[in-house]
Structures are given as C-alpha cells and as structure tokens.
C-alpha cells in the first residue's frame, strides 16, 4: 500500500494564480481531510470529507474548495491565490472519525 | 473553544537521559487524544490514541499516559533516531470531527 499520496511536494504561485493540490489514499477511507501547517503553529483543518460526494469546512476554508467525486482522490483547489496560503498542506485518511488519521507526505506551498 | 497547549517547547537531551513531554488540554468532552510524531519534511506519523483518564499505552521506549487534563509522552533511554517534532491532538464531540493539534515539542537527542 502506498497510503496517502500528495502531489505536487512543491510549487511556486503567484498572487492571483490558481492550482489544485492532490491527494489519493488507498486505504479504502472513507474520511478525508485537509490540513494547512505553519511555523510554530499545530496543523489546522481546511475541509474535511466523510465520504464521496460529501464535503465540509473545517476551521479555515476560506480561498479554497474541494470535492470527492472518488473514494481515493479528495483534491484541494486554491483560486485566486494569496501571500497568506503560503503553508504545508497536508491530506490526510481514516476509517472513521473515531480512529487515527494517516497523513500524507505534503505539499510545499509559497505564493509570491 | 478546544485548546490544546504542549510543553516544551523544544527539548534537547543526550542519548540515554529520560524526559516527558506534556500536551495540556481543554474540551467539553474528550473523545480522544492523538500523539503523532513528525520528522523534518515529512507527514505526522501517528503513535497513540488514548480515550480516558487512567490510560497508558507504550511503543519502543515511548509511553503515552492520559489525566483528565494532560497527557504525558514518557520517553526512556532515548536514542537520536527519537529526535523528531511530537504533535498532540484531541478530538471532543461535536467538533465536526476535527482534531485540535498542539504546536509540538521538537525534541532533538544527542549522541
């Protein structure tokens, strides 16, 4: 099994461009899960799925959106992208909510 | 609000010398408290979950205890292959299913 998978590990925007990070599991997981992560700071929760065609925001989804048309693939899209998106993105897989997340190896993201 | 606060910060010990990091919390409610461990560059690796004040559970020379206010990350004769950044995150009811993460103790081991 390769887990969770995330690409691209790193990328460069500039403000006002768009992109999509993306994630696959193959795990069979049902929940999903997007986190951002900044220096010094704990992971915070983007959006969050519980199973395909499910979506919903977790503590800071505004400039991003995401969908889950699979199982396997929960991508993140950034519109319109600003200095302040500059972070870690990690996804993330359980089997329920109650059980441990496993996470992806992340995306490095600056927008310039 | 949840809040989860871990101490401290950053830990420097050598190889062998025993230490504990703490992850203090407030929820109306714990469901579950989470350990990960983080290596530079990479994703959480997850350690433990403990669900209630009283728990323990071990891996290796790590041993996760739980209170009804902390939890402990024991770490015993350490080795430098142990230096990595310890999260900490708990998951309360009706939190939308979320985790609140700790900002970690980054824990470095000297040969």
């Known amino acids: 099994n390769a887990g969770v998978t995330q690409t691209p590990k790193f990328r460069i925007l500039k403000i006002g461009q768009s992109m999509t990070l993306q994630c696959t599991q193959d795990?069979?997981?049902?929940?999903m899960y997007w986190y951002r992560q900044d220096p010094g700071m704990g992971l915070k929760l983007i959006y969050y799925s519980v199973g395909a065609g499910i979506t919903d925001k977790g503590e800071v989804p505004n400039g991003y959106n995401v969908s889950r048309s699979t199982t396997e693939d929960f991508p993140l899209r950034l519109e319109l992208a600003a200095p302040s998106q500059t972070s870690v993105y990690f996804c993330?897989?359980?089997?329920?909510?109650?059980?441990?997340?496993?996470f992806g190896p992340g995306t490095r993201l600056t927008v310039t | 609000e949840d809040q989860v606060t871990q101490s401290p910060e950053a830990l420097r010990l050598q190889e062998g010398e025993s230490s504990s990091l703490n992850c203090s919390y407030t929820?109306?409610?714990?469901?579950?408290l989470f350990w990960y461990r983080q290596d530079p560059g990479k994703g959480p690796e997850f350690l433990f979950t403990l669900y209630s004040a009283g728990e323990e559970k071990e891996k290796e020379r790590l041993k996760a205890t739980l209170t009804k206010k902390e939890s402990f990350l024991h770490i015993t004769a350490p080795k430098p292959e142990d230096s990595a950044t310890y999260l900490c995150?708990?998951?309360?009811?009706?939190?939308?299913?979320?985790?609140?993460f700790g900002s970690g103790t980054q824990l470095t081991v000297l040969p």
């Open positions: 995150a708990v998951q309360a009811p009706g939190s939308a299913r979320q985790l609140t």
């Open positions: 993330a897989s359980s089997q329920t909510f109650q059980y441990e997340q496993y």
């Open positions: 795990m069979n997981h049902n929940y």
């Open positions: 929820v109306s409610g714990l469901r579950g």
